[in-house]
């Protein structure tokens, strides 16, 4: 029997109101040649705009049994289950959450091995509300925690921003979330183009470590949110089963701190590099190719709250070999 390719998910989150429907219905005018499929799990809101959505997708699926990423009996997984038995099967899957999603929850289940072979997500995109956004990362826990799990940060409502107020929002979502691509707009309006994952920006190994073995662990830049982003740096390998080990353990023990980690590492007896990705509760560690030309070296950004470079280094020192 011919393999199916994995179809294509598209996840967006962001605070309630910030524009999330505005840019789906984008999202979707762009995609009319395709077979979309639309999931919706909002609280008790009138469902997107019929009459657009209508002639551009096969079906709208709306979970309403409460937020998909804590629901215990996983009504998203099981839609995605239905989704499978489909006749035809869709090109591209878009997910709206609640506002208020823990949006990690949500990747991780598409790290499901039995999920992962039939759905790739593409990319998580948050949706910013260039009006609010900064009070909202005051009042509301899970604003940090989407805007940190984001791939794709969509500062929206920006046409009469004046510039300088847009750039200084701009610099802030990067303090918050240096790993993301950020874009701002007016109405949802941005490419499918922009979503398409891309080699997202890992800091490159730096210049300033210093000689011999030292691992380094810095802080990069704090915010006025108490989100911050620690870079550890290292020349020296892991030992993979205890990465994953230390990693998995202080994700469970840290669940309300520390939202994110990503980077490339060196592992021991290992030509490849390895990619390390984590958000929520799920952990993914594996090979992404060859080093090039780059001496092999460990990079991993850490985004969170409150988050000490020396406890970063301290978790992840005995993991190194
Ligand atoms: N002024 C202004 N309003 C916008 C813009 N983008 C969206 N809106 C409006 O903001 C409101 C909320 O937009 P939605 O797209 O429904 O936001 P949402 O994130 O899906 O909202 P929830 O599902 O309630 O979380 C709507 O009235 C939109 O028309 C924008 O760029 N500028």
């Not at 984590?278 to 952990?283: E, P």
């Amino acid at each position: 029997m011919q393999k199916k390719n994995p179809i294509n998910v598209y996840l967006l989150t962001g605070f309630l109101g910030a524009g999330k429907t505005t840019l789906l219905n984008g999202l979707l005018q762009q995609s009319r040649d395709r077979r979309n499929i639309v999931i919706e799990n909002e609280f008790g809101k009138v469902n997107i705009d019929a009459s657009l959505v209508a002639a551009q997708i096969e079906n709208i699926y709306e979970l309403t049994s409460g937020c998909i990423c804590c629901s215990l009996d996983n009504e998203l997984l099981e839609v995605l289950g239905g989704i499978l038995r489909l006749e035809e099967q869709p090109d591209q899957v878009f997910i709206e959450t609640t506002g208020i999603a823990d949006a990690g929850n949500i990747i991780g289940m598409f790290s499901i091995p039995d999920v992962k072979a039939r759905f790739r997500l593409m990319s998580t995109v948050c949706v910013a509300d260039a009006e609010n956004v900064e009070t909202r990362l005051e009042q509301v826990t899970e604003v940090g925690k989407q805007l940190s799990c984001a791939d794709v940060i969509v500062l929206n409502k920006t046409k009469d921003l004046p510039v300088p107020e847009q750039l200084r929002l701009q610099a802030l979502l990067e303090n918050i979330n240096p790993l993301a691509y950020i874009t701002a707009t007016a109405d949802g309006l941005v490419a499918m183009a922009d979503l398409q994952p891309q080699e997202r920006r890992i800091p490159a190994p730096a210049a300033r470590l210093s000689a011999g073995d030292t691992a380094c662990a810095m802080p990069v830049e704090k915010t006025p949110h108490k989100i911050n982003t620690v870079l550890f740096e290292s020349p020296q390998p892991f030992d993979l089963q205890m990465l994953a080990f230390v990693l998995e353990m202080n994700f469970n023990v840290y669940t309300d701190q520390l939202y994110r980690i990503k980077g490339y590492v060196a592992v021991k007896d290992q030509p490849e590099k390895y990619l390390v990705q984590s958000t929520g509760n799920y952990l993914s560690i594996v090979p992404a190719g060859t080093w090039g030309d780059t001496p092999p070296s460990s990079t991993l950004v850490f985004i969170g709250k409150d988050l000490k470079s020396a406890t970063i280094e301290r978790i992840l020192r005995p993991a190194l070999k």
